[in-house]
């Protein structure tokens, strides 16, 4: 019998690899990988899997045979020969369950450089906090798990289940890499060449909470074209900024509704502003002495978990087209799909695997995890949904995500590296190390 490491061991294990987590972190946020652009995250991570003895599969992303699934969002970027990544550890003797960890390589856009206090992609750390863009969401989790395993290791130890790790691309802009991870592993499972995860866990930041449910988001690009016209004689124009203006107006009331108390979904009825229509992108106009002729918007749509993409998109539509249908009759509209077309989802919680890394949490750190409804997206709902598995997010909390000067907790780091630690050892059993070749 393989002697299996007290909780007090695995706390004081984990606070061992804190060199291990802040320098592996650091470097993975020092290499910039926004969507679309995340090869060399990818080979960083390859890397750091190899480094603990695991082999990479390369899963290609393949846009245009994704296209006719239904969690398919239309391309943002080029394919250009990305791919995912998939390693997982095989015990010796599998004795106990499995686990897939999921996480997504890609960062959002930085901003303007000149408002960070340090340049975005120049980790540093101040006090309790790393900073850089990515830090938190969500190159900090993803080395949590990575460092739970290294811990194990570090004891002489592997779990006695499989555990995976699958790194992705476009989590923030369509989730077609995700996407084409499921369908991948829906094909091996059903070919029998690998059996289903038992529960999938994404480190995203969500502060050291469970996701219970997130959002349906949309992306929409709303071009107007208009009636250009010398300024001096502005009315003979047709204004496409006028008209995206009078757009904004009319979706700001839509959005007002779907947040009216009445118009809630259950799970959303104690949050301060759950539907967000956040116009992201306007560009138009051409000279400032001539009515616009052009205007673009981009707009991302939240939803509520229990309406269909589909839904969603038609009533905005029809909104966007009967405030184009008040104004000028020369003004025209096109609205194209472009990015996300996810669904909300919500995950239960009660069962095995999520109450096993509840469970963990308590062993580790004395408190039950706490448990939340989210606004946003992730990529959870692909498991959920095209393979059936439990799911869900947890990970470090973070500052600023998407923002200047994004952050991660450290401390918050260790907890949740230390209730992964747990967690592999009570889900999964632990066997003797594998001795690895020189
Ligand atoms: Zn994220």
Known sequence: MTAVPSSPEIVEAVRRQRAYLLD?????????????????????????LGDLGLKSERIHLDTD?????PLYSPRCCPDGGRYNLLAVHEPRHETGRSVLFNGHLDVVPTGPEALWARPPFQSHVDGDWLFGRGAGDMKAGIVCTLAALKTLQSLGLQPAGRVGFNAVLEEECTGNGALASVSALRRSINAGKLAAFDVVLIPEPGGERLIAAQMGVLWLEIRITG????????????????????????????????????????????????????IGQIHG??????VPCMCTIG?????????????????????????????????????????????????????????????????VHGTRIKRHA??????????????????????????????IDESVSIESI???????????????????????GP
């Open 414 to 436: 260790l907890r949740v590296t230390t209730t992964f630690a747990q967690f592999l050892v009570d889900w999964c059993g632990v066997e003797p190390l594998e001795p690895r």
């Open 24 to 48: 592996t972190l650091g470097r993975f946020v020092d290499v910039a990988s926004l969507s679309g652009q995340e090869q060399a995250a990818a080979d960083f991570m390859e890397a750091r």
């Open 299 to 363: 707009v991302r749509i939240g939803f509520y978990p229990d309406r269909s993409v589909d839904s969603a998109a038609t009533e905005v539509e029809k909104r966007v087209r009967a405030a184009i249908a008040r104004l000028d009759s020369d003004l025209s509209l096109t609205i194209r799909g472009e990015g996300f077309r996810a669904p909300g989802c919500e995950f239960d919680l009660d069962g095995d695997g999520i109450q096993a890394l509840d469970r963990a949490n308590a062993s």
């Open 374 to 403: 989210i606004t946003a997206t992730t990529d959870a709902r692909h498991f959920k949904l095209m393979l059936d598995t439990p799911v869900t997010c947890f990970g470090p909390e973070a500052r600023n995500i998407h923002g």
């Open 285 to 290: 106009g051409e000279w400032n002495s001539s």
């Open 65 to 69: 045979a994704l296209s006719g699934l």
């Open 227 to 278: 009636r250009p016209a010398h300024a001096a004689v502005m009315t003979q124009g047709a204004s496409a900024i006028d008209a995206a203006i009078a757009v904004i107006a009319d979706l700001k009331l839509l959005e007002a509704e779907w947040n009216a108390p009445a118009a809630r979904h259950p799970v959303y009825r104690d949050h301060a502003h759950p539907i967000n229509f956040n």
